[in-house]
Structures are given as structure tokens and as C-alpha cells.
């Protein structure tokens, strides 16, 4: 894997633009965003609706790729990533929530948090003991054994946390983390977002609608039409 | 690997949510393992008729057949006399022959008439037998081409002779034959060399090599015939059935896969999310593209040995049981017989792996090309 710069900025983003379509239906959703991102910061990015909240994280998250512009995370200009390298680093280094909990139906809450490190390779029984012990971290420890439709909203969006950072990744990214549980759970899991966060030392990128949520982080910048300004 | 196994047996046997999945999975899986069967029971009832069949041709049948390179008769001399000798193991007849007609009781035929060195009584075979009327002790006349002088005149040559036995049928005979000793032919057809000599191993199972033991110590003018080349056309057709009838029964398996490629692409468009997810947390497209072949090749794998064990287990019991039996006096046995080799067993579970592999690829490759983001916003 590509080698880590230690002192760099966690994300470095310079003129990123992505569109989607071509000919006339082409439109572009992001144009010359730039983003810098201090190692160990909490970043709330707010932002209309449709205005690319979801399609910047993707492209931070390596799911996607950006038209034009560079991002480096942690110093690595990720589009000089081969697709293999692209799939470690979101297997190692990037953990990823999404608004819908994400997780893997046909599997316990210990398997789906144990997943990216099967998928690492590591032996099943390392994995699943991790995971026994990051359930319990996320307060999950009495429902390892359950399958995903058999918990709440808030108990399954705590379980994607833990799988989101079972291998250990240097950065978050969470897309709406709270947006299907009512005010009260969503509190709740932000407040363990911010605590894990601050334990493991990770620098987080969080998508919100939640004003007050987005207060809560060390920065908030809002995505718009012309790019990125402070909210 | 472990990952993509522990993904491959949940889809498969878990499919929690998702129960119509499990259900066509379960139909994939019963059509592959009848496939499957239908073709090991083929192959074994043809197995069957055919060890039969060419059972009947090494015990009934010649092994081998000398012949002149040229001319109608074989050469003179010691030599047949030296090859009995060096090959007392084998018995060698020579023939020869004519067209010949007989009668009995009013009723009259053409037949052949073989003249045997090596016989000492009067044969017809069942044809012959079958349409004068005539059996074992029964007196027969016979009236050969050759003319002697009567004081009526040119008349044909004809003796009465007694018949010793009916023979059955020898493999592929179909005319009326009557068998004399050498004596009794040459007063019938005058003097005559042997126009071909006929050579069995007692032991069917040399009928192969009977050809390669005296090929070296025949004189220059004479050939020998193997086995195989005497059956060329009834071998050359029990293959081609062998190949026809497994190639249209194999075709069930096509069915049995093009089943397994349509609910490989539902089960794809079920776990759309699902691929999405595992993507974003690290697994690559090779993988991914891994793990559906793994699902595919799984059920095709699971179902043609469930089919293969199904298929040999029930031709050795239909055949061990005599469970279909056969009509009396019509056919050379008396039920039907399968015979499942492992030989077709491991074509049949080649074939089937071959089907589920190729099935699998295309919805494979699909899901290894749709785009992470597409697949996330599918919840």
C-alpha cells in the first residue's frame, strides 16, 4: 500500500469537480471545490439538499471518482491509486457510515461489525473477538447475536459504527449518520460518534441536516453551488 | 477467500430475508441434481445395452478373419496346419461355400451353404430352420448349382442329410446358413480351398487381441481382419449413439443452467446493496466477481454431485433389482440393464461444474461492473 505522509493534512482537496450525464443532459454537481482537513478534526459539511453533500463523500470515501481536481488523504494523491489500492484503503483506512444502518442482512451484528476485517483477511476467530469487543464499546455487547431486523433504528446505526471502525481507519466519513432516528436516539449516537472520534484519535467528515449535531463539530462548512464556505 | 466462503454459504443456505431467493436457489439446485441424473441414468442404460451387445459380439461372434489379399480362395500349403499348431488356444475354421437350395417336407429356401474344416455334422442356423420347419434329427435336402450328368440329362447335385442341431444366430446373421463338414461340401460344390478362416479365443475377453497373435505368421497373400474392423459399423454406431443420446440428454443440463443463470441475476439484483456495501468496506471487484462464481459454481457443484450420486445409485438399483423387465424370446436379456462407470459419473460432474461456471459468468462480471455509488443510493 502506498505509503502515508505523517504530517500532511488528512484531506486535501484542490478544484474537485464531478458530473454526472453527458451532451445535454450532463450536469455538474460539484465544480472546484477545495477542502483542506487538519488531522484528528471533526468537519460537519452541511448544505441543501442535492447540492453534492453525498457525492463529495463518495469521492473522499474512494467509492467514486472526480472529473477533475486532485484529493490527497493523509498526503496520498488517491487517483494515483490502482483499483486494487483503492479497495484497501476503504478496507483499512476509511470507515464509512451511511444514513441507512448498511448493515449485511443475513448476518449477526458481530459478523457485519467483523466484515471489513474478513475481508482484510484476518482469521475469523480475531475478527469476531474484535468485534465482540467493539460491540460492547457502542453498548451492543447483549445483541451480537442478533440479526439486523431484530434491533432498533438507533442500536443498528451504533452497530455500523462499530463496523465502520473495526479495522482501525485514520478517517470517518458519515453520511447522514442520524437522519432516519428521531432527535433523542440521534443525539445519543452522535454523542458516541464524538466519543469514539476523540478516543481513536480519527479525523471525521460528517454530512447532517442537524443544525445543532453540526454545532457539536470542531467546523462546519457548507457546500453550495460555488463550493465550500464557512457555515 | 475465508470472506468470500463465509458470504457464498450465507447467501446460499441463509437468505434470511429473502425466502423467494432460497426457493429459486432450492429449484436451481433440484434442476441441476435431475440434470444431472437423467444424464447418469442414460449413460448407464446405454453403458448397459452396449457392454451387452458387445458381449454378444466376443462370445457369439468371429474374432478375427483371415482372408486372401487377393483372389476368391487362400493360398495352398501348411500353413493353417502351423498356425494351429503354434496356437492351440484358438480355433480356427476354415470355409468356404456356395449358394445352395434346400427343401423339406414341400417347403423350400435359399440358403448358404458353409463348408466347415473343422465340422463333423450337419448345422442350420435358426433362420433356415425356422422356415423349412426343421429341427435337430429332422432330414433335410440340399441341391447345389453343380451339374452332374443323368441319363435324364444335367441335373443338380442333391443329397438328404440329417440335421445335427440348430444354431442360434451369430451377430449380424441374417440369412439362411447351413454348416456341413468338408466331405459333405465337396460333394455338394466340388473340390475347393477354404475362402476364408474364421479365429476365437474361447476367452471372449481376447476377442480384441486375437488379430495382433497371428498377424506376424501368416504367409504374404493372406490378411487378417481384427475384431474391430469386422464390427467397424455396429462399434462406429454404438459410439455415435453413446455421443448423440448423452449430447440431447446433456442439453437437460443447458436448461438446468440457463435456470441457475436467470436466479444468479435475481440474486444480483437482490444483493445490489449488499455488493455496495461490501465494496465500500473493501472488497474489490475481483472479488466480488469471485464470490458470485462461487455462488454460481456452489449450486451447480452442490446439485450435478446430489444429481450424480441420485443417477448412479438408481441405475444400480433399477439394474441390481431387475426392475424393468424385458419380454421373453424378444431381446437377448431379460430386463434392462444399467451400468453407471465412474468414468461418466466424473463426465457428468465435469459437464455439470462447465454448465454452472459458464452460467455464473455473466451475471458475475454484471455485478463486478456496476458502480459502488449506483448500488448505495438502491436503499
Known amino acids: 500500500m502506498s505509503e502515508v505522509h505523517p504530517t500532511s493534512p488528512a484531506v486535501q482537496v484542490d478544484g474537485v469537480g464531478k458530473g454526472y450525464g453527458s451532451g445535454d443532459r450532463r450536469v455538474e454537481v460539484l465544480r472546484g471545490v477545495n477542502l483542506e482537513v487538519r488531522r484528528g478534526e471533526m468537519l460537519a459539511l452541511v448544505g441543501p439538499s442535492g447540492v453534492g453533500k453525498s457525492t463529495f463523500l463518495h469521492l473522499l470515501g474512494l467509492l467514486d471518482q472526480q472529473d477533475s481536481g486532485r484529493i490527497q488523504l493523509f498526503g496520498q494523491d488517491i487517483g494515483l491509486l490502482t483499483p486494487r489500492e483503492r479497495a484497501r484503503w476503504r478496507n483499512l483506512r476509511i470507515g464509512f457510515v451511511f444514513q441507512f444502518h448498511g448493515l449485511l442482512g443475513e448476518f449477526t451484528l458481530q459478523e457485519n461489525i467483523a466484515m471489513p476485517l474478513l475481508i482484510a483477511g484476518s482469521r475469523r476467530d480475531d475478527a469476531m473477538d474484535r468485534a465482540r469487543d467493539l460491540g460492547a464499546v457502542v453498548g451492543l455487547g447483549h445483541r451480537l447475536d442478533h440479526f439486523p431486523d431484530q434491533l432498533s433504528g438507533g442500536e443498528q446505526q451504533r452497530g455500523a459504527i462499530a463496523r465502520a471502525l473495526v479495522a482501525g481507519p485514520a478517517l470517518l466519513l458519515a453520511d447522514e449518520p442520524t437522519g432516519n432516528l428521531d432527535a433523542a436516539t440521534a443525539g445519543a449516537v452522535f454523542e458516541m460518534l464524538q466519543k469514539l472520534h476523540l478516543s481513536r484519535g480519527l479525523t471525521s467528515v460528517i454530512v447532517t441536516h442537524n443544525a445543532s449535531l453540526a454545532a457539536r463539530c470542531d467546523r462546519t462548512l457548507r457546500l453550495n453551488a460555488v463550493g465550500l464556505e464557512a457555515a | ?379
Open chain 2, 1 to 379: 477467500m475465508r470472506a468470500l466462503l463465509l458470504l457464498a454459504g450465507r447467501y446460499l443456505v441463509g437468505l434470511r430475508r429473502r425466502t423467494h431467493v432460497a426457493a429459486v436457489s432450492g429449484v436451481t439446485f433440484g434442476a441441476m441434481a435431475l440434470g444431472a441424473a437423467a444424464l447418469v441414468l442414460t449413460l448407464a442404460l446405454l453403458e448397459g445395452f452396449q457392454t451387452t451387445i458387445r458381449r454378444q459380439l466376443t462370445e457369439r461372434g468371429v474374432h478375427a478373419e483371415l482372408r486372401p489379399r487377393s483372389g476368391a480362395s487362400l493360398p495352398g500349403g501348411d500353413w493353417l496346419q502351423r498356425l494351429r499348431q503354434r496356437h492351440p488356444e484358438l480355433e480356427l475354421r476354415a470355409l468356404s461355400g456356395g449358394a445352395v437350395w434346400c427343401t423339406s417336407d414341400g417347403e423350400a429356401a435359399p440358403a448358404e451353404l458353409e463348408v466347415v474344416d473343422t465340422l463333423s455334422r450337419v448345422e442350420v442356423n435358426r433362420i433356415l430352420a425356422a422356415s423349412l420347419g426343421v429341427g435337430a434329427g429332422a432330414p433335410l435336402t440340399v441341391a447345389s448349382p453343380r451339374l452332374v450328368l443323368t441319363p435324364l440329362g444335367f441335373a443338380p447335385v442333391r443329397r438328404t442329410l440329417d440335421v445335427a442341431a440348430v444354431t442360434p444366430l451369430r451377430p449380424g446373421e441374417e440369412r439362411a446358413v447351413l454348416r456341413v463338414p468338408p466331405e459333405l461340401g465337396r460333394a455338394l460344390l466340388g473340390l475347393q480351398g477354404p475362402r476364408r478362416v474364421e479365429v476365437r479365443s474361447p476367452d471372449p475377453a481376447l476377442a480384441w487381441d486375437v488379430a495382433s497373435r497371428v498377424q506376424g505368421e501368416l504367409p504374404d497373400d493372406v490378411e487378417v481382419v481384427s475384431f474391430r474392423e469386422l464390427n467397424r459399423p455396429l462399434l462406429a454406431a454404438l459410439a455415435l449413439e453413446r455421443v448423440m443420446i448423452g449430447f440431447g440428454v446433456a442439453l437437460i443440463m443447458v436448461v438446468a443452467a440457463l435456470n441457475l443463470l436467470c436466479n444468479l441475476a435475481l440474486l444480483a439484483a437482490e444483493k445490489r446493496l449488499d455488493s455496495a456495501l461490501l465494496q465500500a468496506m473493501g472488497l474489490d471487484s475481483a472479488r466480488l466477481r469471485q464470490l458470485f462464481l462461487l455462488l454460481g459454481v456452489g449450486v451447480g457443484a452442490a446439485g450435478g454431485l446430489a444429481g450424480t450420486l441420485l443417477g448412479a445409485v438408481g441405475a444400480w438399483v433399477l439394474d441390481v433389482t431387475h426392475a424393468i423387465p424385458l419380454p421373453a424370446g424378444v431381446f437377448i436379456v431379460s430386463h434392462v440393464p444399467f451400468r453407471p462407470t465412474p468414468g461418466a459419473a466424473a463426465v457428468v460432474l465435469g459437464i455439470s461444474m462447465l454448465a454452472a461456471l459458464l452460467a455464473s459468468l455473466p451475471p458475475a462480471l454484471a455485478v463486478a461492473r456496476r458502480s459502488v455509488v449506483e448500488g448505495l443510493r438502491y436503499e
